[in-house]
C-alpha cells in the first residue's frame, strides 16, 4: 500500500530556533498534502491544505508567517515552525493523496516536537 | 453543533466481544468515509474506507453507512487486546472540500485480556 514517511519522528528544539519537518509520499505522486496538529486525547485539527507548485491554504487561526509550508515537488512538503515557543510543542501529522477528489488519504507516523 | 459527532470514550470490553464504534454527521454533502486507526504517539493508520450506503466488509472488520440517516458505524468482531486503540472516523465531500477531511473526536477503545 502508499506509505507516507515523515521525519524526524521526535525533535526537541530551542525556544525561538526554527524547526523542518519532512513529509513524503514514498511510492506515489502526492498532489495534494495536508499538515495537522494533534495535542494529547485530542484529534486531528487541519492546519493547512498544500497543493504542489502552490502556497498553502491554511485553516482559520492558524499563523501562516509561523508555520511555513513548502510543497515544492509531488512527493515533498515541508512543515517549518518559525521561533518556536513551548506552546508549539504537539504533535505534527502530515497526510498525503493523489489527485480526484475521493482517492484514498494516507497518513505519515507523526514528528513529536518538543520545545524547550 | 459539530460537523461530525463521536463519542470519546473509553469504551471497554472483553476480549472476543463485537465493538460498535459510530459517528454521526451533519453536512449532506460528505460522500466519502473512513476509519482509522490510531495507537498511541502514532499516526493515523487507515482501516476502512467507503463511499456508499451499506456495509463494506474487511476481515474482522465491517463498516457500515448510512446516508439518510448521516450515520457510519465500524464494528470489529472477536475483538482483540491489540485492537486497543483510538479509532477515528473521517470523512470528506467533493467540490468545496475536494480531498480534506474532518475528523470525528476519536473514541478510545480497550480490549481486556
Known amino acids: 500500500g502508499a506509505v507516507v514517511s515523515q521525519h524526524p519522528s521526535w525533535v526537541i528544539c530551542k525556544s525561538g530556533t526554527s524547526v523542518k519537518i519532512e513529509c513524503r509520499s514514498l511510492?506515489?505522486?502526492?498532489?495534494?498534502m495536508f499538515w495537522y496538529r494533534q495535542f494529547p486525547k485530542q484529534s486531528l485539527m487541519l492546519m493547512a491544505t498544500?497543493?504542489?507548485?502552490?502556497?498553502?491554504?491554511?485553516e482559520q487561526g492558524v499563523e501562516k508567517d509561523k508555520f511555513l509550508i513548502n510543497h515544492a515537488s509531488l512527493t515533498l512538503s515541508t512543515l517549518t515552525v518559525t521561533s518556536a515557543h513551548p506552546e508549539d510543542s504537539s504533535f505534527y501529522i502530515c497526510?498525503?493523496?493523489?489527485?480526484?477528489?475521493?482517492?484514498?488519504?494516507?497518513f505519515g507516523e507523526g514528528s513529536w516536537l518538543t520545545v524547550v | 453543533q459539530k460537523e461530525v459527532e463521536q463519542d470519546p470514550g473509553p469504551l471497554s470490553v472483553p476480549e472476543g466481544a463485537i465493538v460498535s464504534l459510530n459517528c454521526t454527521y451533519s453536512n449532506s454533502a460528505f460522500q466519502y468515509f473512513m476509519w482509522y486507526r490510531q495507537y498511541s504517539r502514532k499516526g493515523p493508520e487507515l482501516l476502512m474506507y467507503?463511499?456508499?450506503?451499506g456495509n463494506k466488509e474487511d476481515g474482522r472488520f465491517t463498516a457500515q453507512v448510512d446516508k439518510s440517516s448521516k450515520y457510519i458505524s465500524l464494528f470489529i468482531r472477536d475483538s482483540q487486546p491489540s485492537d486497543s486503540a483510538t479509532y477515528l472516523c473521517?470523512?470528506?465531500?467533493?467540490?468545496?472540500?475536494?480531498?480534506?477531511?474532518?475528523f470525528g473526536a476519536g473514541t478510545i477503545l480497550r480490549v481486556k485480556s
Open positions: 497526510s498525503a493523496t493523489s489527485q480526484g477528489a475521493g482517492d484514498t488519504i494516507y
Open positions: 511510492d506515489f505522486q502526492a498532489t495534494t
Open positions: 467507503t463511499y456508499s450506503s
Open positions: 498544500s497543493n504542489e507548485g502552490s502556497k498553502a491554504t491554511y
Open positions: 473521517a470523512m470528506s465531500a467533493v467540490g468545496e472540500y475536494g480531498n480534506k477531511l474532518v
